[in-house]
């Protein structure tokens, strides 16, 4: 008798443990990414998701506002497409209710130009094009001033904005534009501040083409981020080991040759 109930009780641990295994990897789940190398990347990781049940939609966004207000609608699952300061402003200013759950890569920021070939020879009251967001404006005005080229007030943060700045030798012109629409811009300005993603898209080399480059090692990490409510679901594990692979890590070297790099 004894025997015959502990088998019976093993079959049904093993019944249990198999349905939850089916409930944990066999989701669908749609994924907001932008264009470039985050859509690429996420091509690579949903052969490897899949083994394990997991089976990835990616949804192209063509800015960085939608994804999130998708995500906290649950339009989507989960996100990849942004960095934790970014992330941590539009919590602040919009309520949303997500969470980064995984590191991903790092684009370092360029600033490019088809009028001059140093920083140095943008001349007095040259016009230069940041990103109109608080996070990857204030990144590029982190790095001029980190050239020398402009001062800021103390303790702005990860985000500083034009109206910080305090010495401006050269006069420089500051003109905000969308990201994606940054590449446009470089027709009508001495130099573009430009986001990798965008920067591949218009068949700029984000190793050898910017006059200056952000510092890879900064704290602009991407991540995935997904609602609060699903951070402990078992798809959200499934999701960030898949990412998280030898497999991934090549892929993203071999493809983008230094401009995007592996950070977990």
Known sequence: METKMSFCSTLILATVLAVWSAAASGETIKIGVTPGPHAQIFEAVKPIAAKQGLDIQLIEFSDYVVPNAALDAGE????????????????AD???????VGLTVNFPIGVYSKKHKAF?????????????DPTNGGRVLLLLRDQGAIKLKDGTGFKPT???ITENPKKLKFIEVDAAQAPRALDDVDAAAINTNYATQAGLDPVRDPILREDPKGPYVNLIAVRTVDKDKPWVKILVDSYHTAEVKEFILTKFKGAVLPSW
């Open 76 to 91: 989507i699952q989960a996100n990849s497409f942004q960095n934790q300061p970014y992330l941590d402003n539009q919590k």
């Open 120 to 132: 140095a020879d943008i001349p007095e009251g040259g016009k230069v094009s940041i990103p109109n």
């Open 94 to 100: 919009r309520g949303y209710k997500i969470e980064a």
């Open 162 to 164: 034009v109206l910080d």
